[in-house]
T-cell receptor, first 118, second 116 residues
Framework: GAVVSQHPSRVICKSGTSVKIECRSL??????MFWYRQFPKQSLMLMAT?????????EQGVEKDKFLINHASLTLSTLTVTSAHPEDSSFYIC??????????????FGEGSRLTVL | AQKITQTQPGMFVQEKEAVTLDCTYD???????LFWYKQPSSGEMIFLIY??????QNATEGRYSLNFQKARKSANLVISASQLGDSAMYFC?????????????FGAGTRLFVKA
């Protein structure tokens, strides 16, 4: 199956700093990637759809200036949590679909990044 | 409105027995896909099985089968011969077509505990 890698897996930062999380598709090209957020013992909430070469599409209620998404190439999308605060502490997980015609269109997920803001 | 509903926060099953995890969905899009994912305590999301809205037969993948009842809008996951390693969170998900922007949304999840 397709491989999606996410880095870092864990990050601890001070309040007010910015944190960048990278999501890479290792063996396929992903024109679209998805960023989800998961609070403890809760479901995955879609934050935004990352589109290669264009602006991300954010879900309602997600601050685009807080969560900056850049999809600069067909294999890399980044999520930057700007001026992080303790309430931004969460598990962030990216995913990508393989191109149409390959597979069932299931999402392949990165390992996830656990952000803790002190 | 909830589009994916998993009504069982937690389920217990005896090892080697079968278990059914419930999932109902809501969509007006004629073209959609239904998925089940497993999330162990490590946090990774593992794809288990897929059912397309136009598929006539229920999907099966090894010990996993999907009981697809389109008229009832349900897509229950059946795990046969449960193993201790099946203990995890299970999420039902749906991807709508154009109407839903091809986004995949997830249910609240069901935590499965397999007893020895």
């Amino acid at each position: 199956g397709a491989v999606v890698s996410q880095h870092p897996s864990r990050v601890i930062c001070k309040s007010g700093t910015s944190v960048k999380i990278e999501c890479r598709s290792l063996d396929f090209q992903a024109t679209t990637m998805f960023w989800y957020r998961q609070f403890p013992k809760q479901s995955l909430m879609l934050m935004a759809t990352s589109n290669e070469g264009s602006k991300a599409t954010y879900e309602q209620g997600v601050e685009k200036d807080k969560f900056l998404i850049n999809h600069a190439s067909l294999t890399l999308s980044t999520l930057t949590v700007t001026s992080a605060h303790p309430e931004d502490s969460s598990f962030y997980i990216c995913s990508a679909r393989t191109p149409p015609g390959s597979g069932a269109g299931e999402l392949f997920f990165g390992e996830g990044s656990r952000l803790t803001v002190l | 409105a909830q589009k994916i509903t998993q009504t069982q926060p937690g389920m217990f099953v005896q090892e080697k027995e079968a278990v059914t995890l419930d999932c109902t969905y809501d969509t007006s899009d004629p073209s959609y896909g239904l998925f089940w994912y497993k999330q162990p305590s490590s946090g990774e999301m593992i794809f288990l099985i897929y059912q397309g809205s136009y598929d006539q037969q229920n999907a099966t993948e090894g010990r996993y089968s999907l009981n697809f009842q389109k008229a009832r809008k349900s897509a229950n996951l059946v795990i046969s011969a449960s193993q201790l390693g099946d203990s995890a969170m299970y999420f039902c998900a749906m991807r709508e077509g154009i109407a839903g922007g091809f986004k995949t949304i997830f249910g609240a999840g069901t935590r499965l505990f397999v007893k020895a």
